[in-house]
């Protein structure tokens, strides 16, 4: 099989180069499959689908070969096969450039429930990436026989979602030769509802033929592969649930989902859970059926990674405080600081003694070059707050509270709003805490393709907190 492609969304621009201009991408090779594929019931019926299916299952085949040759069999058998809902994930040889990673896969962690048949039921992942959108992407996306006719893809600034195709390939002057397309087929929005995603006005969408399509990228411990491995969902439930535990678990990391989850080197596992979930039926009823669904578990002690901040914030803090009692005049450098249009410099005479630390800033001398509108440099003693907060800063390189607050402003929030929700969600000292503020900045840029949500989860925590009467 050939080797998929996963754009990162996410990714820095590459180095100009004839092939290099592309982003940056993680390549995938194999497949495991959330479920198996049965004959349907019209082809249950016929000798020679139920003879190559057999054979095809015995052999290791993919379940795509096998319909494949049913097809080519049975012409009559459009789809002769149908998925089915099952407790284990399919891992097929033929679904490998490598036939081999299969069986290591199962030998190394696949189970026996009791039926005679080793499976895969759980199964450990480490993420190579610490966006979500890069390790789980997804589309609504039409097929075609072959390839995809239609796919949702986002704006770069993440609020408008196109509908796009393949462009037609041109032919010569002469039309009847194509012309050689360099860098692979060239795309294009789709014609109708403006080029833009519309589900409720799709035709594809509302007859089913377009749908959800998303795969989670990843490794296998102890599963030797330059290629990451990936599983295909179609689930709504499976994809928001892990969302959510991507967004806890990298809120307690730091912003991090990539490696392991901690020192123990503990992964991620990805099994499946039986839950009923809820969806409306053709006469717009809601009814809930049982399914297996796709879970991302993370088998680890929360407390250990909040403690493992607080050891980290200890450590900053004991780094401020020996700073603050080993600075001495010889080591002082001049500090820059800005108000308004003025610029104060600290000379590097101003000691940082702690006999200093109470001192009042000095004041500003505030003279003009000869032009009323360009001030020139002041000398200025500044407060020993001012100067170990520019110390700080320099040193973790943390966003300030105003960088995070314009950063949700880009969405239309308030400062007044989002300095209100940030409280209610991450505390009062997420505005004195390096790490608070990195971790705010990181929550807002997750949400850059998707800002409606961010406003409605800004809304819905401020309702949650106002006061009931």
């Known amino acids: 099989m050939k080797h998929a492609i996963v754009t990162l969304s996410e990714s820095q621009p590459a ?49 795509d070969d096998i319909e494949r040759a049913i097809s080519q069999a049975l012409p009559e058998l459009k789809s002769p096969l149908v998925p089915k809902n099952v407790p284990w994930f399919s891992v097929r040889p033929n679904d490998f450039p490598n036939p081999e990673l299969a069986s290591q896969i199962v030998n190394a962690y696949g189970e026996d429930r009791g039926d005679g048949a080793r499976r895969l039921y759980r199964f450990p992942v480490v993420f190579p990436a610490d966006a979500w959108q890069a390790v789980m992407p997804h589309e609504l996306v039409t097929w075609g026989a072959n390839e995809r006719r239609f796919w949702s893809e986002y704006a770069a600034d993440g609020r408008v979602r196109y509908c796009k195709c393949y462009a037609p390939v041109p032919m010569d002057h002469q039309g009847k030769r194509a012309i050689r397309v360099f860098g692979g087929r060239k795309t294009m929005l789709r014609d109708q509802n403006g080029g833009t995603c519309n589900p409720e006005n799709c035709h594809e969408f509302q007859t089913r033929q377009c749908n959800l399509s998303g795969r989670f990228i990843f490794f296998i411990p102890g599963i030797p592969s330059i290629d990451a491995f990936e599983l295909h969902t179609n689930s709504f439930y499976a994809m928001s649930r892990a969302i959510e535990r991507f967004e806890t678990l ?22 499946k859970k039986l839950r009923e979930v809820a969806h409306i039926d053709d006469t717009g009823r809601a009814v809930r059926a049982a399914q297996w ?58 000691s940082m003694r702690p006999e200093n630390t109470g001192q009042h800033e000095a004041e500003a001398d505030t003279r003009t070059n000869g032009n ?62 390096a790490n608070g503020r990195r971790r705010a900045l990181d929550e807002v840029e997750r949400y850059r393709n998707d800002p409606d949500g961010f406003v409605d989860k800004v809304d819905a925590a401020l309702r949650a907190h106002q006061p009931r009467a």
């Open 15 to 63: 180095i100009a180069t004839l092939l290099g201009q592309g982003k940056s991408r993680i390549p995938t090779g194999g497949k495991i499959r959330a479920g198996i594929k049965v004959l349907t019931k019209r082809a249950a019926e016929h000798p020679v689908a139920q003879e190559i299916y057999a054979r095809g299952v015995a052999g290791g085949q993919s379940f």
């Open 250 to 271: 990298a809120f307690l990391r730091g912003g991090r989902i990539s490696g392991f989850l901690d020192h123990r080197r503990t992964p991620f596992y990805l099994t």
């Open 293 to 350: 669904i796709i879970e991302l578990e993370a088998p680890i002690d929360v407390t250990s990674l909040l403690q493992a901040q607080d050891d980290d914030d200890a450590a900053a803090q004991a780094d401020e405080a020996a700073q603050r009692l080993e600075y001495r005049e010889d080591d002082a450098a001049p500090v820059t600081h800005r108000t308004g249009a003025i610029v104060a410099t600290a000379p590097a005479s101003w």
């Open 372 to 433: 009323d509108d360009q001030p020139i440099a002041a000398t200025a003693k500044p407060s020993f707050t001012d100067r170990q907060r520019d110390a700080t800063s320099l040193r973790n390189s943390a966003p300030s509270a105003a960088q995070v607050i314009a950063a949700a402003g880009e969405f239309g929030i308030a400062a007044e709003r989002y300095e209100a929700y940030a409280n209610c969600h991450w505390g009062p000292g997420w505005l004195l805490n």
